[in-house]
């Protein structure tokens, strides 16, 4: 089993609380673990969604 780890905080991984403790728990499952930090990612809401017409279809 692999485990993931995701941090979201937006700070370094050397002085984040968020990573640390994401990189500990995943350390003492026992298990082979990645962790995903999200820090300096950009996200946007996907075009499709939103753009998709309001049309509700019922039979």
Do not use: C, W
């Not at 937006?10 to 609380?17: C, F, H, K, L, V």
């Amino acid at each position: 089993m692999k485990v993931l780890g995701i941090s979201g905080s937006p700070r370094r991984e050397a002085i984040s609380g968020t990573y640390k403790l994401v990189k500990t728990v995943a350390e003492n499952t026992g298990h082979e673990y990645e962790i995903i930090s999200l820090r300096g990612k950009k996200f946007q809401a996907a075009k499709l969604a939103f753009d998709a017409p309001k049309t509700i279809y019922a039979q």
